[in-house]
């Protein structure tokens, strides 16, 4: 039995660990204590190419993140709301701040700057609009 699973086992263990990397603990320990006696400096099993800062790298060869990508999208809508409200007029940039601000639907909102949600709807989908061509 040892005998068809042993090689498979290797195999398995090979997949799972960095290129260099010993499969088991006491081969570590061995080759620790022994690269102490070689010489000052360790060999390195690998060569890696210099670590580059995420500075230097373009826009597109930043690694994705995310977080950062909900973040964007948290201050675009931020920045979009403030732009809407600006060129809203008092009752609906009431409305918008209440729909943004404590999170109330059309129908509350509507009914708290004295108009209809039908009203309110078609009166956001105008600035939206004109938003959009600005």
Same mark, same amino acid.
């Given at each position: 039995? !040892?005998?068809?699973?042993?090689? &498979?086992?290797? @195999? /398995?263990?090979?997949?799972? =660990? %960095?290129?260099?990397?010993? *499969?088991?603990?006491?081969?570590?320990?061995?080759?620790?204590?022994?690269?102490?006696?070689?010489?000052?400096?360790?060999?390195?099993?690998?060569?890696?190419?210099?670590?580059?800062?995420?500075?230097?790298?373009?826009?597109?060869?930043?690694?994705?993140?995310?977080? !950062?990508?909900?973040?964007?999208? &948290?201050?675009? @809508? /931020?920045?979009?709301?403030? =732009? %809407?409200?600006?060129?809203? *007029?008092?009752?609906?940039?009431?409305?918008?701040?209440?729909?943004?601000?404590?999170?109330?639907?059309?129908?509350?909102?509507?009914?708290?700057?004295?108009?209809?949600?039908?009203?309110?709807?078609?009166?956001?989908?105008?600035?939206?609009?004109?938003?959009?061509?600005?």
């Amino acid at each position: 039995m !040892s005998n068809f699973s042993s090689p &498979r086992f290797v @195999a /398995v263990r090979a997949a799972y =660990r %960095a290129p260099g990397e010993r *499969s088991r603990w006491r081969d570590t320990k061995r080759s620790s204590a022994h690269s102490a006696y070689k010489g000052h400096e360790p060999v390195l099993a690998y060569t890696c190419r210099e670590p580059v800062s995420v500075y230097e790298l373009s826009e597109n060869e930043q690694p994705k993140d995310p977080r !950062s990508q909900a973040e964007r999208d &948290r201050v675009e @809508a /931020v920045i979009d709301i403030q =732009r %809407a409200r600006h060129l809203a *007029s008092q009752p609906l940039a009431t409305a918008i701040d209440m729909m943004w601000e404590e999170d109330a639907g059309y129908e509350a909102a509507a009914m708290a700057v004295g108009i209809n949600r039908v009203t309110l709807r078609r009166q956001l989908r105008q600035l939206g609009l004109r938003l959009a061509v600005a």
